[in-house]
């Protein structure tokens, strides 16, 4: 265990930026199951921006990487294009 009280915040930092990160991808990837089950595009078209936002908000703050946050949107994109 550590033993400067520096370590001991960084730890504590650590622990909760962890649980918030962890809140914010469960909660993102629950919007993408969502938003794949659709099958009313009028509805994806509705979804589509918001999950959008999610992945990008992720990405800014390095809970995912920048290009897994555009690979997933791209394919998101497509999917929500390709319904009739």
């Not at 001991?8 to 993102?28: D, E, H, P, V």
């Not at 589509?48 to 994109?77: C, E, F, G, Q, T």
Request: no cysteine; charged share 30%.
């Amino acid at each position: 265990m550590a033993n400067h009280k520096s370590a001991l915040k960084r730890i504590r930092q650590t622990a909760a930026r962890r649980l918030r990160n962890r809140y914010y991808a469960k909660t993102t990837r629950n919007a993408v199951k969502k938003l794949r089950s659709t099958t009313d595009k009028a509805e994806a078209k509705e979804l589509y921006p918001v999950v959008s936002s999610m992945l990008d908000k992720l990405a800014k703050r390095n809970v995912i990487h920048k290009n897994n946050a555009a690979n997933k949107k791209s394919k998101l994109a497509r999917f929500v294009n390709a319904l009739q």
